[in-house]
């Protein structure tokens, strides 16, 4: 299948990095067995040690299932690129980045889709406002929202597989994809055994530098359940060779790193939703947002707008956090991250001059603020 042909082709550009790099690859299951030594069941079975002055731990994460009848029925997003055949109706259980993105996926290909998720919206923890945009896109192209849901069983029939819901409904599917979070993979690491701080989901305890609780091991990526993105990784990875090997002691920042959401049409965002602006700054916010048809839907008659919201600091005019659900968000955004990075004010943003015509000059002619939103006080 074309998938599994691309991500076999993806490991091995990896794989390419890594010889060129000069790293020796030992492929088997591996886990720690003491603070310097670390034991690799190779796929013939055979097992070889190695020791070194550090160990890094960078297994990453794993799907988890529901503890529902019927579970096994279901798929990950393991299994989900490598299906036979398209699944004419699936259904969907869950209200992050996994789950809206296949269900955008499957319906932009004609599938019927429902998609289950336990919040009044999808996408927790994004910017109420964005959250509310992605929920009217997605049943704007025909995807069947279902709030406040849960799955309480599935069952295998003629028809397909019947999927009970905690309202009583009855939905025959295809295919049911559980994209109800993930966990740490450590489970087979021995870690418990050699005294590693786990936390009460199982990822490992690490401080600022990545380091865990025994001095030789280290931990970067999903594993540590801190920001769980490629690219966060990514960082951690540098800054651990930085602080290890290149004699530069360096802790990540986890402040205005931008992320997307590939639904269709995305979200992305950098730095504070507005909810998270409120609670954190010390007096009041200026929401600045913008709201329009894009060109390119004006021209095919859809009927489905674009969103820019910026969140500044009302006192010191610092611009706090940018989001957008339009189409090319994410490369948009990329750009804004620089700009929030570098501690941009909103008069910075508003002396930048445009690019015309383009949904990104809108960043930098939003003049006029849409709300001004005081903190809440209190009786303390």
Known sequence: ????????????????????????????????????????TQLDGTKIFYSAKHILIATGSRAQRPPIPGKELAITSDEALSLDELPKRAVVLGGGYIAVEFA??????????????????PLR???????????????????????????????????????????GEEIIADVVLFATGRIPNTKRLNLEAVGVELDKI??????????????????????????NLTPVALMEGTYFAKTVFGGEPCKPDYSNIPCAVFCIPPLSVVGLNEEQAIEKAKGDVLVFTSTFNPMKNTISGRQEKTIMKLVVDAETDKVLGASMCGPDGPEIMQGIAVAL???ATKAQFDSTVGIHPSAAEEFVTMRSVTRRVSKPKTNL
């Open 125 to 167: 923890g994004f910017d109420d406002e964005m959250r509310a945009a992605v929920a009217r896109n997605l049943e704007g192209r025909g995807i069947n929202l279902h709030p406040r849901t849960n799955l309480k069983a599935l069952v295998k029939t003629e028809e397909g597989m019947k999927v009970l819901t905690d309202h």
């Open 341 to 343: 990075k570098c501690g």
């Open 104 to 121: 955008s996926i499957w319906r932009g290909m004609g599938s019927t889709v429902d998609l289950c998720f336990r919040k009044e919206l």
């Open 1 to 40: 299948m074309l998938q599994t042909e691309e991500i076999i082709r993806l490991n091995g550009i990896y794989k390419r990095l890594l010889s060129n790099a000069g790293v020796k690859l030992y492929e088997g299951e591996g886990k720690i067995v003491g603070p310097n030594e670390v034991e690799v």
């Open 202 to 227: 199982g990822a490992v305890k690490v401080d600022e530098y990545s380091r865990t609780n025994v001095p030789s091991i280290w931990a970067i990526g999903d594993v540590t359940n801190r920001m």
